[in-house]
Structure formats: C-alpha cells, structure tokens
C-alpha cells in the first residue's frame, strides 16, 4: 500500500497538521508553485533537500497539480540523470509515489554567475506557469550552494528569474549556513542580499530551529503554568545545551578546518536553542514578535570571558592531509554565557560542543540549585534537573529525588518521563528540512535568522574567534572517544554544575 494512501488521505493529514498552526496571519497558498533547488547534484540537495520535498509531496502538502521541481547546477545531467541521483536517497519509498514524485523534477544545467543559465531556468519556469493557467505565480529557490557563491546566485536570480510584475504571488530565497565567518563577513553578506531582496524574501535556514523538541520549547515555557515561577535566576543555578557527536570530520577536515567546532555548531545552532530558552514571552505567535524577543536577550548577553572558555582538539584531527600541520582549529569548546538582565543574572549558559567524543546526543540540561534545609541529608545525590533531549531519542524528563522502595527510609534520583518514541508511537516525526520548507512556502519566518539576529550573535562570538584565529587562545588536546578535554568539566564546576554521579538515564522501550 502506498504511503499517501494508507491510513488517511493527504488533505485530511494536512488538515492535522495545520491543526498545530500558530496564530499568525500569513499569505495565502494559493497559485502554481515552482519550487528551485539550485546546487541540485550537491550532496545537501541529494541528502536533504529532495528528500524533504518528496516526504511534503507524499504527506500532501505539495501536489502534482500545483508544484514544479526544478534542479540547477553545473553538472552536465539529464532530467533522468538527476532523478536517479535523487531515488538512491529515497530507498523504501513506494514505487508508485516515487515515480509520481520524480516526474515532477526537471534539471537545468548553467553555471552561477552567467545570465544564459539563468535565462534558460527562467524559460523552463514560465513555460510550466503558463500551461498551469493559474493566476498566481510562486517561486521558491532553495540555494544548497557555498555562501561565497550567495551574491552572484542571488544577482542572476533577481535579474532573471523573479516571478513576473504581470501576475500576482511571491518570490522567495532560502540560504544556508554559515552566514560569514565573523560580523564583518556577515554583515557584508547580509548587505550584498539586502541590494537584491527585501527581508521578507530571504529565508536564513537554521535546521535545528526545524526539530521537534526545539519547537517545543516555546510550548514548554509559556503555557505551563508549573515552569512560569521557575524559569528565573531565584530556581535554576546553571543551565547547560550541549552538542556532542561520536565521530571526527571523516575526510571534511579541510572544509572543517575554515571554521571550527563555534562557527560550524555554538554560534548558529546552539545559540538559537539558547534564544529560545532564555527569552522573555513574546506579545503573540507572530513571527516578528518572537524574533524580536530572541534579538533582545541576544543583546544582553556580557562579552564572553576568555576564563570561561575551554578549547579542545582530538588527538589525529591532523593526520588529515587537508588539515594543516600546525591547525589550532578547535574540534571541541566549552563557553560560558552571562546575561545581563532581571532575570538570568548570575545564572551561567554554558554552550558545549564537541567532535570525537564518547556519545552523540543534543540536549539542554536545566540545573536547579539545591534545597534549602536538606532533612534527608541526599544532597550528594545530585540536583533537580529537567533535561530536554533533541536528538536522538527525543525526550523530556525531570530528575528528580525519591524515596527508595523498603522498609528503609532512603531516597534516590529517578525521573519524571516523557519518551517520544513511546508517548507518540504512531506518530512520525517531521524531519526539520520538512518543516521548514514547508514554512517557507507558507511565508512564516519564525523559524528563520532575522538580519539583526544575526548581527547581534555574530556580536557575542566575533571577538572569541578572532582570538583563536590570532593564537590567542590555543585548544588543548583530548582522546578520541572520551567526554571532551578534562577541563571543560572544570570549568562546569567552577561556575556552578553539580554532576550527578550513578545515575543514568535509559531512554524506556516497549519490550
């Protein structure tokens, strides 16, 4: 059986989905939809761009009678060449859909910086428009591309590809990551796409703002009345998010090595997991009001102290021959963040990442302080903590200390769980490119990096990077498969984290 038609039909899937929508005024759907991916024979494009838009296609969010797929790049392909590229990163999906899905795609080849290719894409464009005989013209372009290539790609698509003045609709750009290198390059990026778009046109895409549990830390903070009088420096001592994978660059390193471990995951990823956990409640769910709140606590954010800093790079990330000899490029780092206002003062942010370590999750750890007047002398066993998992096995939980079954009046750490895979059994999981493509289509920036966003975090990092691109600071070497370099723990310790030791959190089965 297919997997549109098992179970429910698309629309009324949509109609699901949409029953989740926020309470934000956005433009209508309506009209022929053409949808650019421009790097189309780019692993990002293959990897997850395509996949994304067939799990849309196959839900029914976007449907044959509506959307076009064009592929640009300078590979020399065929319309089948690059659907087969795209079927093998589609495995296990029903023929029948696949192929429907597939003959939606059309490739177009061209460089990046000449008007002919550009022209050509144009052409095949409003030829698919025409004969949809709508009144309304959609187009999206999806730049799976090198942000040095951005300026040129957006010049060639304002100049030749913007939906026509003679019918209404929209025209729409979704960038990548990095958005430069520190707030000169980012703010030269930024005015290079600001000649050509409005910011309304421009979609920077940040995937972890795609995930699940990220999305639903919102939800969390601002309609539970249990974390309303919590959520301050009066309750929690600390608060940790934390990125940690269980390999090394595996023949990125030289790619790798132009940005680090805090240009590549603390600035972007981590640090809007920490807008919207630091934040302070937004008027409503409009897009601009959270985005203006996540600016303002960017704001407040002290200059980092290079004593709260912790750099680390695994033993062998120079065995890579694209890796220079003498590379202080940090594989791993530990920065403390400090707020500056009412409520987060004193309350340390510590933003850790790392390669090569000996786990892999993405996780925000919320530490509160210890109780006043312990009677039951369980201190030593660890603190409260309420722990949002984000990747893999997604999960909220609460651990918390509990009296241990007997006769004996002891206590131990248990927890409080909500476990994703067994909460929401039935229940698939948008993957953060699906969502996000989707929210482009439908004009809702929320979950995009405004332009003062990106200043303002380029802001808090710029002066840390130029340090270690000058030497300054230096990263300490750490083994391979370990927790990271022993004196991030350290520091952890030295502003205020408890370890909680014997306890271990086991992710609940159904066996």
Not at 131 to 152: G, Q
Not at 371 to 378: L, T
């Amino acid at each position: 059986m297919s997997g549109r038609s098992a179970g429910s039909s698309p629309s009324s899937r949509r109609n699901s989905f949409n029953s989740l929508s926020r309470d934000v005024d956005l433009p209508s759907e309506q009209g022929c939809l053409s949808i650019v991916v421009l790097g189309a024979s780019g692993d990002l494009a293959k990897k997850k761009t395509f996949p994304a838009l067939y799990h849309l296609f196959d839900q029914g969010f976007i449907q044959s009678g509506e959307v076009h797929i064009f592929g640009y790049a300078r590979s020399n392909l065929s319309d089948d060449g690059l659907r087969v590229r795209i079927r093998g990163y589609l495995k296990g999906a029903p023929e029948e859909d696949l192929s429907e899905f597939l003959q939606l795609i059309k490739y177009v080849s061209g460089s990046y910086d000449n008007g002919d290719g550009f022209g050509k894409l144009n052409k095949a464009i409003s030829e698919y428009e025409a004969s949809s005989k709508s009144e309304s013209y959609r187009r999206l372009f999806y730049l799976a591309l090198p942000p040095s290539v951005y300026p040129s790609v957006c010049k060639m698509i304002r100049t030749y590809c913007m939906n026509p003045s003679s019918h209404p609709g929209w025209t729409r750009v979704i960038v990548e990551k990095p958005f430069g290198k520190d707030l000169d390059s980012a703010e030269e990026l930024s005015a290079q796409l600001g000649e050509l778009f409005e910011e309304h046109q421009l979609y920077r895409i940040d995937h972890y703002l795609g995930k699940e549990l990220v999305q639903n830390l919102l939800v969390l903070r601002f309609a539970n009345r249990l974390f309303l009088p919590l959520w301050n420096r009066d309750n929690i001592d600390n608060i940790q998010i934390v990125f940690r994978e269980d390999f090394g660059t595996e023949g990125r390193g030289g790619y790798f090595d132009q940005y680090g471990i805090i240009r590549d995951i603390i600035q972007n990823h981590l640090l809007q997991v920490f807008c919207l956990v630091a934040m302070e409640k937004p008027v409503s769910l409009k897009p601009e009001h959270i985005r203006d709140e996540k600016v303002k606590v960017l704001q407040s954010v002290n200059p980092i102290n290079p004593e709260e800093v912790v750099l680390g790079q695994y033993d062998g990330y120079k065995d890579d021959p694209t890796v220079p000899d003498d590379s202080n490029t940090p594989t791993f780092a530990s920065v403390v963040l400090r707020v500056h206002n009412e409520r987060w003062e004193g309350v340390p942010f510590i933003l850790k990442a790392g390669k090569a370590l000996n786990s892999r999750k993405a996780e925000v750890r919320v530490q509160f302080k210890d109780v006043p007047g312990d009677i039951f002398k369980c201190k030593k066993q660890g603190r409260n903590e309420f722990v949002i998992r984000l990747q893999p096995s997604e999960a909220m939980y609460v651990k918390l200390t509990v009296k241990k079954p007997g006769l004996e009046m002891a206590t131990e750490q248990s927890e409080l769980d909500l476990s994703y895979g067994m909460r929401y059994q039935n229940v698939k999981i948008p993957e953060a490119y699906e969502r996000l493509i989707l929210d482009t289509i439908r004009g809702d920036q929320q979950h995009f990096v405004r332009r003062d966003e990106l200043k303002a975090a380029w802001q808090i990092f710029t002066p840390l990077l130029h340090d270690i691109d000058d030497g300054k600071l230096k990263a300490v070497p750490y083994q391979p498969g370990s927790r990271g370099p022993k004196e991030a723990d350290e520091l952890s310790a030295r502003v205020g984290y408890v370890q909680t030791h014997g306890y271990i959190w086991i992710p609940p089965t159904l066996a």
